[in-house]
């Protein structure tokens, strides 16, 4: 009898051990955060904009999500303080473009170079991450030119801080387009001793009133990030407006119908209507009679 009692309550024991341990698994499963990925690229366009394309993103059950709604402090990092310039969050498909509104203000190390952070404190779901980007601070200056009868694009990329050319860097030409820019010769040019590329625009390319929106691009450098820099020149085939939205078409807007569909349409709905009177009619006739 006694035996029977001490094991009975070492089996009562081990069943308020195993749901004690269960219980904190659970709680640590609910408690469990999901570590946060943040990717950032610099963009500079040259005359305009300075920004940051920043991507946040996780891998949850295998598969990466996009991190959406999330605050992110943007700081700067500069003899071992860290000075905040702003602040922007992602939006549903977890990217957000921050633009550096007061670029000229920020400070680069004594090397030359410009350290920023993304830095995002966390939340219920995620841990907090942050994420540095670097670069030096670069210049294209672009031209149109003409030579011996043909279009060229001239272009010198330079880096500012030293005020010195930049060789064998590969630059991309392209036409500026709605959805995707136009490349035009090779996909890229290494530049030479002086910094310089030349490249032939060839005949033919349509532009509004005949003008191409040129594009000179060093694309994401791990350097200098992305820098882009624009130009109009007047070298592009006219483009000729063959479009009928004004003429009575069976594609115009309902505004334009053509008038033989109307008239058409008018006399099916006359002759229906008129059958209808004339029974009708016929109807009373028959009634009164």
């Not at 672009?142 to 279009?151: G, L, T």
């Given at each position: 009898?006694?035996?029977?009692?001490?094991?009975?309550?070492?089996?009562?024991?081990?069943?308020?051990?195993?749901?004690?341990?269960?219980?904190?698994?659970?709680?640590y499963a609910q408690n469990k955060k999901n570590r946060a990925r943040i990717n950032?690229?610099?963009?500079?366009?040259?005359?305009?904009?300075?920004?940051?394309?920043?991507?946040?993103?996780?891998?949850?059950?295998?598969?990466?999500?996009?991190?959406?709604?999330?605050?992110?402090?943007?700081?700067?990092?500069?003899?071992?303080?860290?000075?905040?310039?702003?602040?922007?969050?992602?939006?549903?498909?977890?990217?957000?473009?921050?633009?550096?509104?007061?670029?000229?203000?920020?400070?680069?190390?004594?090397?030359?170079?410009?350290?920023?952070?993304?830095?995002?404190?966390?939340?219920?779901?995620?841990?907090?991450?942050?994420?540095?980007?670097?670069?030096?601070?670069?210049?294209?200056?672009?031209?149109?030119?003409?030579?011996?009868?043909?279009?060229?694009?001239?272009?010198?990329?330079?880096?500012?801080?030293?005020?010195?050319?930049?060789?064998?860097?590969?630059?991309?030409?392209?036409?500026?387009?709605?959805?995707?820019?136009?490349?035009?010769?090779?996909?890229?040019?290494?530049?030479?001793?002086?910094?310089?590329?030349?490249?032939?625009?060839?005949?033919?390319?349509?532009?509004?009133?005949?003008?191409?929106?040129?594009?000179?691009?060093?694309?994401?450098?791990?350097?200098?990030?992305?820098?882009?820099?624009?130009?109009?020149?007047?070298?592009?085939?006219?483009?000729?407006?063959?479009?009928?939205?004004?003429?009575?078409?069976?594609?115009?807007?309902?505004?334009?119908?053509?008038?033989?569909?109307?008239?058409?349409?008018?006399?099916?709905?006359?002759?229906?209507?008129?059958?209808?009177?004339?029974?009708?009619?016929?109807?009373?006739?028959?009634?009164?009679?």
């Amino acid at each position: 009898m006694k035996n029977c009692k001490i094991t009975s309550f070492v089996f009562l024991f081990i069943l308020i051990f195993l749901g004690l341990g269960t219980t904190d698994n659970d709680l640590y499963a609910q408690n469990k955060k999901n570590r946060a990925r943040i990717n950032a690229d610099y963009v500079k366009v040259i005359g305009g904009e300075h920004y940051l394309n920043i991507k946040a993103s996780a891998r949850i059950d295998k598969k990466t999500v996009e991190v959406s709604h999330i605050e992110l402090q943007i700081l700067q990092e500069l003899n071992d303080e860290e000075i905040e310039i702003g602040e922007t969050s992602t939006n549903a498909a977890g990217i957000s473009k921050f633009i550096i509104k007061d670029f000229a203000n920020l400070q680069p190390d004594s090397s030359g170079v410009y350290n920023l952070i993304i830095s995002f404190d966390g939340n219920d779901s995620f841990k907090k991450a942050s994420r540095g980007v670097s670069f030096r601070n670069a210049d294209i200056k672009a031209k149109w030119i003409v030579k011996d009868s043909v279009n060229y694009v001239n272009a010198k990329l330079i880096d500012t801080q030293l005020d010195s050319a930049l060789a064998e860097i590969p630059l991309t030409v392209r036409v500026d387009r709605l959805f995707r820019p136009l490349k035009i010769g090779e996909d890229f040019y290494d530049t030479d001793d002086d910094g310089e590329i030349q490249v032939p625009i060839e005949d033919g390319i349509p532009g509004i009133e005949g003008n191409l929106k040129l594009e000179v691009v060093l694309s994401e450098s791990d350097d200098y990030g992305t820098v882009i820099a624009q130009l109009t020149a007047p070298i592009g085939t006219v483009i000729v407006d063959e479009s009928t939205i004004d003429q009575r078409t069976m594609w115009s807007p309902r505004g334009k119908t053509p008038i033989f569909l109307l008239a058409l349409t008018y006399s099916f709905i006359f002759i229906v209507w008129g059958i209808f009177i004339y029974l009708f009619i016929n109807l009373v006739r028959i009634i009164k009679s």
